[in-house]
C-alpha cells in the first residue's frame, strides 16, 4: 500500500505561500494595521492609506499612502465620505500599484468617518480588479457618534457589500463593553483593534493554511451570511492539561460572544480548531461536544480542523458566527440606546445622505438632483481598464429631496434637546426658606448632587431657629482666640465668577445656558486644601461627585452657602 | 469529628481589633468563650496603613483573647472591608446537553461556572461568590436544581470583589504575626448573619453596619443578599467634623461625641451649653449643645445618604426594614435620623442571643466578629464530610496554593 503523505498535498506547504496584503484606511484601519505590525502576527503587505498627512506619519506600516495629495493637501477627509471617495479616485493608480500582485487583499476600515467610509468602497473595488480575494474587515460607529454617521456608515457599507468577497462587520457599541468601564479609552481602542487584528489572523490562517478538514472561503462567507448581521468572533489559545475545554472557554469569554450567550441565536457557526501534531481526535471530539451545549440543534456549524506545527503542544479554536443587528441588540445587556439604532435596522436601505454628486470625476456633475441614468452601472468610477467590470445596478434614492427630508429630524434633535429646561432651575423657582434668610444670594445656588441636595433640602426643613447659615455663624463665632485661624481655613477664597455675570448676550438663550451650565459644573468640584480634611489628610479622598466627603459636612454646606 | 468546633474571628477595625473565640456546637448554637480586645492604631477606613503597628494591636488582642477562652488561637477569619470592596448580581446560563432531562451536578456546576465567569477588573479577586438561586426554564427561586426536570439551567450569583493587592496586604499583615488565615470574609456579610434573623432575610432588610472607619451594609431580599458594599466614610468622619468644628484635638472630640453628643438637635433647649474640658480637668470653653448635635447631625445624614444612594432600586421591597450595628449604632438619636433618611422602619440591633459573655453579644460592636464566627460555622456545615486524612490532604493543598498566591 502506497502511504498518502499529508504534507505533500498538492495544497499544502509545497506551492508558494500566499501573497496577503493588508490595507488599513482612515483613522480606524491604520490603527488595526498598526496593531498589526507591532504585534507581526500576520505574514503581509502592510499599507496605511489615509488623507491626513499627520495620522500617516505616524503609522507604523511600511507602505503608506497619501489619498488625494493635490486634491486634500494633506488634511483629513472631515467626516465626508463624498471628500474621501474623491481622495481615492485621484490616488487609484498608487493603491493599485501597492496592492497589486496580491493572492488575498484584506481592507480594514472604521465606517462612518470620511476616509473610512468614503475611500474604502473605491479601494475595495481596485483591489477586486487585481484579482485577488477581497475581505473587508469594517466597524460599525459608535451610536453616540449620530444617525448621520450611521447613515453614512450604512451606505458605505452596501457598496462594499458588493466589492468584497467577504464582509466581517464589527459592531463598536459591543466593542465597547470588551473592557470594563473603569478601564482608560485608551485601553478600549487598543483592545477592540487587537481584536480585529486577531480576526484577521484568524481569517487568513482558516482559508489559507492546509487542513484535515478544510475550510474555504464559502464556508466564512456562509457563517457571516445574514441580513444586517454583525461579526461574532471568539478566539482561544491554550496549552498543557485539558487544552481543549480551555481554549474553548476562553474564545467562548469573548465579548462579542458574551459567554456563549450569543450563540445561541445563531443560524451558522465556523469552529476551526488548530493543534500541533500532538492534537488527538478525543480532544477534538471533546471541544466540539462541549460547544454543543451553547449551540442550538438546529445550527448548522461548519467545522474546520487544522494542523499547524507552529502551535507546537497548544490548541487553537476559533469561533466566527453572525447574527443580525436586532437580535444582537435585543441580547445585549447594556445595549446601545435602542432608539438610535432599532428603526435602522428595519429599514433596509438607508437614504444616503450627502451624495448628490457621486460621479462627479467622470461626468461634468449634471445636476444634483437628476436622478441617474437607469442603465448607469453602479461603479465608483469609470476608467478605460476598468469599465468592462460589472456590478449589481442599484441606483441611488430617487429623490434626493427625500433624503434631504429624513435628515432633517436627524439634525433638529440635538438642537431641541438643548433647550430642555435644566433642572436646576427648577431649584431656583421656590422663595428662599427661612433658613437662608441670612445670605438672600444663596437661593440661586445650583445644588445638584443627590447628597447635597437632601443637605439643602435638610437644612430648610429644619424650619427651626437653629439655621445652617447659624450653624456655620457659630463655628465661627465660637472660638475667641483662634478666631483668625478659622476664619482662614472657612473663607478659603476662590476666584468664582458670578453666574449673572456670564455672557448672557451670546446668541441663542439655548446656548446661554449650556455655558451657565458648564460653569456651574466647574464651580461645583471643591479644591479644598489638604488642611480642610483635618486626619484623613494623608488617606485616600472619597470622592462622590466631586465632592471630597472628607472634609466635614459643614465646612462643604457652609462654601454652598457663601456663593 | 469533634463535637463541636473552635473557630476564631479577628476584625481589624479602624477603633478597635477585635478577636473573638467562639466554639460552634453541632446543633447550630454558638458560645462566645472569650474577647480580646486592643485599641487600634494604623488603620484609615477600615484598611491597613501601617503594617507594624496593627500587628503590635493584633497581637494585644489575641494575648487576650486567648487569654480569656484558654484556647491557643492558630487559625482565624479574617473580616475585611474597605472602599475597594464592590459587588454584582450575575446570572450564568445552561442549557442542558439534548438527550438529558434531567439537571444534575455537573450541569450545576456549569451554570455556576458561567455565572462566576464574569468580567471584574482584572486586579480584582472574589471575596465571595454567593449563590442567590437558581431558575429552571423561567422558573425562579428555586433552591435545589438537582434532579429536576428542565431545559435550561440559570445559576443567578451575587458576587463581591475587591482590589487583590489591598486584600492581600490584610493577609499578609496577619500571616506575619504569625497566624494562619483560614477565610477571608466581607464584614457586613459576616455581620449579617447574626443580626438579620432568617425571618428578616425573607421579609427584605438593609443591615448598615456603622464603624469608624466605613460604612458597609448588605441587602436581602426574599431571603437572597441583593446588594452589600462599602462607603468610606464612618464615626472617625464625625470627630472629625467635630474637632474641626470647635478647634478641639481628635481624642477631646471623640470623647464628647460618644459622652456627650447625640445627633438630635431640635429639642436641644436653647442655650444649653457643654463644657469643654482638657486632660487635666481643666474648663477651656464653652460650647452650645445644640452646635454640637447639629455639626453631628448633618454628617451622620450625609452617611447614611450616601448608604441609600447605593441600594436606592431596593429600598422599596424591605419588609424588615432597616438593622442598624457597628459602634457608631450606638449614638443617641441615630435611629431617628435614619428613619428621616431611609423613610422605614429602623431597628438598632447587636448580634443575635448566642451563650456565653453577655456583656459581649449585646454590644452591636461585636456584630461584625461575632458574625466571622458564625459564618465559620456556616461554612464548615456545607462542606461536604471529609475524613481526617484527606481534611490533611487539604490542608497541605492550601498551604502550598497559599504560599503561590
Keep these: 500500500m502506497v502511504e498518502y503523505d499529508r504534507s505533500q498535498s498538492p495544497e499544502g506547504a509545497s506551492t508558494a505561500a500566499p501573497r496577503i496584503c493588508i490595507v488599513g484606511i482612515g483613522g480606524a484601519g491604520s490603527n488595526v494595521v498598526d496593531r498589526i505590525t507591532l504585534d507581526r502576527i500576520v505574514d503581509a503587505t502592510l499599507v496605511c492609506a489615509h488623507t491626513d498627512v499627520r495620522v500617516l506619519g505616524h503609522s507604523m506600516a511600511p507602505v503608506k499612502i497619501q489619498l488625494g495629495a493635490e486634491l486634500m493637501k494633506g ?35 472604521g465606517l462612518g468617518g470620511g476616509t473610512g467610509s468614503g475611500a474604502a468602497p473605491v479601494i475595495a473595488e481596485i483591489a477586486k480588479n487585481t484579482g485577488a480575494l477581497v ?89 457571516l451570511a445574514n441580513a444586517n448581521g454583525r461579526c461574532l468572533f471568539g478566539f482561544g489559545e491554550a496549552r498543557g492539561q485539558n487544552r481543549g475545554s480551555e481554549a474553548l472557554k476562553k474564545a467562548l469569554k469573548s465579548p462579542l460572544i458574551d459567554s456563549g450567550r450569543l450563540l445561541h441565536q445563531t443560524k451558522n457557526l465556523l469552529v476551526h480548531v488548530a493543534g500541533g501534531e500532538s492534537l488527538t481526535l478525543v480532544e477534538v471530539e471533546g471541544v466540539m461536544k462541549q460547544l454543543g451545549r451553547h449551540v442550538p440543534d438546529q445550527t448548522h456549524i461548519l467545522f474546520g480542523l487544522g494542523v499547524d506545527a507552529k502551535l507546537g503542544d497548544a490548541i487553537a479554536v476559533t469561533l466566527i458566527s453572525s447574527l443580525g443587528l436586532n437580535q444582537l441588540n435585543a441580547h445585549a445587556t447594556a445595549a446601545p440606546p435602542s432608539e438610535m439604532l432599532q428603526p435602522r435596522a428595519e429599514a433596509p436601505a438607508p437614504a444616503p445622505a450627502p451624495a448628490p454628486k457621486r460621479e462627479i470625476p467622470v461626468k461634468k456633475a449634471p445636476s444634483p438632483y437628476a436622478p441617474p441614468a437607469e442603465s448607469a452601472p453602479d ?31 436627524t439634525l433638529e434633535q440635538p438642537v431641541a434637546h438643548v433647550e430642555e429646561p435644566p433642572p436646576f432651575d427648577t431649584f431656583e423657582e421656590p422663595a428662599p426658606p427661612p433658613v437662608l434668610a441670612p445670605a438672600p444670594e444663596t437661593a440661586r445656588i445650583p445644588v445638584r448632587t443627590p447628597a447635597a441636595k437632601e443637605l439643602a433640602d435638610a437644612a430648610r426643613s429644619n424650619s427651626k431657629e437653629s439655621t445652617l447659615a447659624a450653624v456655620v455663624a457659630r463655628s465661627v463665632t465660637l472660638q475667641t482666640e483662634a478666631a483668625e485661624a478659622q476664619d482662614d481655613l472657612i473663607s478659603f477664597d476662590e476666584p468664582e465668577p458670578e453666574f449673572e455675570s456670564q455672557p448672557a448676550s451670546s446668541g441663542s438663550s439655548a446656548t446661554a445656558v449650556l455655558s451657565r451650565k458648564s460653569t456651574a459644573e466647574s464651580q461645583q468640584t471643591f479644591s479644598l486644601g489638604e488642611e480642610d480634611r483635618g486626619r484623613f489628610k494623608d488617606t485616600e479622598p472619597s470622592i462622590v461627585q466631586g465632592e471630597d466627603l472628607d472634609v466635614p459636612t459643614w465646612m462643604r454646606l457652609k462654601k454652598k452657602l457663601r456663593r | 469529628m469533634a463535637k463541636s468546633t473552635i473557630y476564631a474571628g479577628l476584625e481589624i477595625g479602624t477603633h478597635k481589633i477585635c478577636v473573638v473565640v467562639g466554639e460552634a456546637k453541632r446543633d447550630g448554637a454558638i458560645k462566645i468563650l472569650g474577647v480580646g480586645q486592643a485599641p487600634s492604631r494604623g488603620v484609615r477606613k477600615g484598611e491597613i496603613v501601617d503594617f ?49 432531562t434531567e439537571i444534575s451536578e455537573d450541569d450545576v456546576e456549569e451554570a455556576k461556572e458561567i455565572a462566576r465567569s464574569v468580567s471584574i477588573p482584572q486586579s480584582n479577586v472574589f471575596l465571595h461568590s454567593v449563590t442567590r438561586q437558581y431558575i429552571v426554564d423561567g422558573q425562579e ?44 470574609v466581607f464584614n457586613p456579610v459576616a455581620a449579617a448573619q447574626v443580626v438579620l434573623t432568617r425571618e428578616a432575610k425573607m421579609q427584605g432588610a438593609l443591615m448598615i453596619d456603622f464603624g469608624a472607619g466605613t460604612c458597609d451594609y448588605v441587602l436581602y431580599e426574599d431571603g ?28 477631646r472630640a471623640e470623647r464628647l461625641k460618644v459622652e456627650e453628643g447625640s445627633v438630635l438637635y431640635d429639642e436641644v433647649p436653647e442655650g444649653e451649653m457643654l463644657s469643654i474640658e482638657d486632660d487635666t480637668g481643666l474648663i477651656l470653653g464653652e460650647i452650645e449643645r445644640a452646635f454640637l448635635n447639629e455639626v453631628m447631625n448633618l454628617r451622620t445624614k450625609e452617611i447614611l445618604i450616601q448608604v441609600r444612594v447605593r441600594v436606592e432600586d431596593h429600598l422599596g421591597r424591605l419588609g424588615a426594614g432597616i438593622y442598624l450595628t457597628g459602634g457608631v449604632s450606638m449614638m443617641k438619636g441615630i435611629d431617628v435620623v435614619a428613619r428621616e433618611v431611609f423613610g422605614i422602619k429602623v431597628t438598632r440591633a447587636g448580634s443575635a442571643p448566642v451563650s456565653g459573655i453577655t456583656a459581649t453579644f449585646e454590644n452591636p460592636q461585636y456584630s461584625a466578629p461575632i458574625g466571622l464566627i458564625r459564618y465559620a460555622q456556616i461554612l464548615d456545615s456545607e462542606k461536604p464530610f471529609l475524613s481526617p486524612l484527606k481534611r490533611l490532604g487539604r490542608r497541605m493543598q492550601e498551604l502550598l496554593s497559599s504560599v503561590t498566591l
Design chain 1, 75 to 109: 488634511i483629513g477627509a472631515g467626516g465626508d465620505p463624498d471628500l474621501g471617495r474623491e481622495a481615492a479616485l485621484f490616488s487609484r493608480d498608487q493603491i493599485r500599484q501597492a496592492i497589486e500582485n496580491h493572492d488575498i487583499i484584506f481592507i480594514s476600515a
Design chain 1, 135 to 223: 475581505l473587508v474587515v469594517a466597524t460599525m460607529p459608535f451610536s453616540f457618534e449620530g444617525r448621520r454617521r450611521l447613515a453614512q456608515a450604512e451606505e458605505a457599507l452596501e457598496l462594499l457589500q458588493k466589492r468584497a468577497d467577504a464582509l466581517v462587520l464589527f459592531e463598536n457599541n459591543r466593542m465597547g463593553e470588551l473592557i470594563l468601564p473603569k478601564d482608560g479609552i485608551q485601553k478600549a481602542f487598543n483592545q477592540a483593534d487587537q481584536l480585529i487584528a486577531q480576526s484577521l489572523r484568524a481569517i487568513s490562517t482558516i482559508t489559507i493554511t492546509p487542513g484535515l478538514v478544510k475550510l474555504g472561503l464559502d464556508d466564512l462567507t456562509s457563517a
Design chain 1, 379 to 409: 461603479l465608483l468610477f469609470k476608467s478605460d481598464e476598468f469599465a468592462s467590470v460589472p456590478a449589481a445596478g442599484d441606483a441611488f434614492p430617487l429623490n434626493s429631496l427625500q433624503a434631504e427630508a429624513a435628515k432633517a429630524p
Design chain 2, 52 to 100: 507594624e503597628k496593627v500587628q503590635t494591636c493584633v497581637n494585644d488582642a489575641l494575648v487576650r483573647a486567648e487569654d480569656r477562652s484558654d484556647v491557643m488561637i492558630r487559625n482565624v477569619f479574617l473580616g475585611v472591608t474597605g472602599a475597594h470592596i464592590e459587588s454584582l448580581n450575575n446570572r450564568g446560563r445552561h442549557r442542558l446537553p439534548d438527550e438529558q
Design chain 2, 141 to 184: 427561586a428555586v433552591r435545589q436544581p438537582i434532579g429536576r426536570e428542565g431545559r435550561v439551567l440559570e445559576a443567578d450569583y451575587h458576587i463581591i470583589h475587591g482590589v487583590r493587592g489591598r486584600v492581600q496586604n490584610a493577609i499578609r499583615c496577619v500571616r506575619e504575626i504569625p497566624l494562619e488565615v483560614e477565610d477571608v
Design chain 2, 224 to 251: 437572597m443578599i441583593t446588594a452589600s458594599g462599602c462607603v468610606p466614610l464612618g464615626g472617625d468622619h464625625i470627630t472629625n467634623d467635630v474637632s474641626m468644628a470647635l478647634q478641639i484635638p481628635n481624642g
